[in-house]
């Protein structure tokens, strides 16, 4: 079973950046689409970025142009670079396979506020 392990959130003003990580516990990338979810207090989880094993990325309409998501078959490793980050990305983020196929981490707080 694989195992999924989020880092990198935290508090941050609007406007303000973070990097989130995503470990697999092995390689998986040649196989699965990743993506990064995001779940905000009383809204279901919703899938924000993805990106196919041939390196396609896709993105939700409200975080295209400000967030990327990016990987590294060598670290096992899926990032998420958080740009221009405003009060509505407050929210738990988790990554899983795209569509979702693996036991949920323990995602990673994101807290936009000033």
């Known amino acids: 079973q694989v195992q999924l392990v989020e880092s990198g959130g935290g508090l941050v003003q609007p406007g303000g950046s973070l990097r989130l990580s995503c470990a697999a516990s092995?390689?998986?990338?040649?196989?699965?689409?990743m993506g990064w979810y995001r779940q905000a207090p009383g809204k279901q989880r919703e899938l924000v970025a993805s990106i196919t094993s041939g390196g396609s990325t896709n993105y939700a309409d409200s975080v295209k142009g400000r967030f990327t998501i990016s990987r590294d078959g060598a670290k096992n490793t899926v990032y998420l670079q958080m740009n221009s980050l405003k009060p509505e990305d407050t929210a738990v983020y988790y990554c899983?396979?795209?569509?979702?196929?693996?036991?949920w981490g323990q995602g990673t707080q994101v807290t936009v506020s000033s």
């Open positions: 092995r390689y998986i990338f040649s196989i699965y689409a």
């Open positions: 899983n396979a795209d569509p979702v196929y693996f036991r």
